[in-house]
């Protein structure tokens, strides 16, 4: 026991862990218990084989859709280049071909064996649902960018010098007034 001894001060506390690191977990193995549980329903009502038939077509068809996306995505990238136009800026018009994102995305959840995401990916990949969602991740997407000084983003649009006839021009300042900082000179070794 030692007496006159003051207490320490609490430490600083921890930083608190944000929703998502604490549900995208939870709600991953939900969806991967919801994925297996439909597996073997659909292995009870039929068998196994048309089990696996449907894995494997998934499989197939995600890999072709992605497959596909990619050859439009490189056909797209080299025409701009051809054509003299900046690759990062999308074109003016939307019916182009612009869009290879969600079909991509489609793929890939084609591919993930379970039936939930295979419906999802076929979401992405039907026209009038893979507009719906591609507008509303807009939407989003364009809010949090709005409402969040000092993005990624916001460092990228400042990091673009605008020209008088109204060209966008990357690039970096480097000014030349300033005079190099005198180099330091160790002191031989002597020995």
């Not at 006159?4 to 862990?17: K, Y």
């Not at 983003?153 to 990357?170: I, S, T």
Request: glycine share 10%; aromatic share 6%.
């Amino acid at each position: 026991m030692t007496f006159g001894a003051t207490p320490s001060p609490p430490g600083p506390r921890p930083p608190r862990r944000s929703r998502a690191r604490r549900f995208v977990p939870l709600g991953i193995a939900a969806w991967m218990v919801l994925e297996i549980w439909l597996l073997i329903v659909v292995a009870d009502a039929t068998n196994g084989l048309t089990v696996f038939l449907l894995l494997l077509a998934g499989v197939i068809a995600g890999a072709y859709v992605i497959k596909r996306a990619g050859r439009r995505a490189w056909k797209n990238l080299t025409e701009s280049l051809q054509a003299g136009r900046d690759p990062a800026v999308p074109p003016k018009d939307p019916a182009s071909g612009s869009g290879n994102t969600l079909p991509m995305l489609g793929g890939l959840l084609l591919m993930v064996p379970g039936l939930v995401s295979d419906a999802l990916g076929l979401l992405c990949l039907f026209p009038p649902t893979g507009k719906l969602i591609h507008h509303r991740a807009e939407k989003v997407l364009n809010r949090r960018a709005a409402h969040s000084p000092g993005t990624f983003g916001d460092a990228f649009q400042q990091a673009r010098m605008h020209r008088p006839d109204g060209k966008v021009v990357q690039g970096e300042v480097i000014h030349d007034d300033e005079p190099p900082a005198p180099r330091r000179q160790d002191p031989p070794l002597t020995g």
